[in-house]
């Protein structure tokens, strides 16, 4: 993989493309067994090409990058020390494991934009008494769970059963989320999702963007359209759930979505995530869910939530934010398996405006030099204790 900055792999080609030269073979026989994939790069100069391609490939079988997307897409990496932190990460189960022993999640969308629009107030600029805000996209950010900014507003009198009955009909599709749920959950309107907090993400995205995978734990009684996709969760509780956002949030699974993201966090390119399943008895498990816990439970409609995952309630001061996800960063880090090298390398090359002595506005990222200081030492503090 080349990119071809400065053009010097092609003069016309345009300079911000990465180009694959690519050498195939056909072969007879099982996908797993004998196919390979051996990947170098990529490569921004003649000088990294001609020093790189000497050295031995990264080598996977095909039955591995098939695991990596469903539609076995290969990583658009920074560069080629990248290779190493991405194997490492591809060693963690796929998002969507369905294994019976640990929580399970499925993405599901709830309101159209477009065919359930008659079910929602687009012209209100506050919202009308017994109506629920209609969040999109823009509505939530890392550790913020409500912008503000919403799509619109809709009746709960009349959009409660109209997702009652969309659920009931889809539970009978086998290939539906809520098949894999009991007759009693689906009976009960107050069942909804709707009603309590879930993990939502913007599906339109960039991988050049501050941040790719935006995801939150979007407060209850709101409803949400299209663009921001929530996880239902056949099995898990709320532990599960503030564990699952923690990693979701982190720089760590950030840094892998953005080697297959290009405009949409897809459903194909969400389900294969590799996210680590430690056992609750876990220590890393526990500070992961005690972090993101906190970090979610922003304030008091997330109450009974925090009661469950046995955190606090309410805002945190912008410091002390800052530091918890820090901490969380790095403790996931450890849940990847990976090394203080490779998490400084995350850190490097995330965001081409994001580098050492420079400083970001952004409130998910901040200041470079501080926030990679700062998880370092929660970083060294963690590995000293697993020890």
Known sequence: MLLNTGGWVFDEAEPRYTIGLSSVSRSIGNLGADTRVRLRGPF???ERFQNGVGRPPAEFAGAEVMDWTDTA???LLPTDESLEIFVQLRKHPRLDLNDARSWRVRPQT??????DKGLMDLKSES?????WPVFKGESFDIWEPDTGRYYGFADSAKVVPHLQDKRRRAARNRNS?????DAAWLAKDRMLPCYSPRIAFRDIT????QRTVIAALVPPKVFITNAAPYLLWPRGDERDQAFLVGVLSSLCLDWYARRFVETHVNFFILNPF?????PPADRLWQRVVALAGRLAAVDDRYAAWAGAVGVECGPLEAREKLDLICELDAVVAHLYGLEERHLAHIFETFHEKWQPGTSCDHPTLGDYNARLAATLRHFRAWGGRLK
């Open 110 to 115: 709830e309101l159209h934009a477009t065919n």
């Open 274 to 278: 590799p996210v680590p399943r430690p």
């Open 73 to 75: 897409s290969l990583p």
């Open 44 to 46: 921004a100069s003649l």
């Open 206 to 209: 960039n991988r050049t963007n």
């Open 127 to 131: 919202c009308p008494r017994g109506f």
């Open 177 to 181: 989320p809520f098949c894999e749920f």
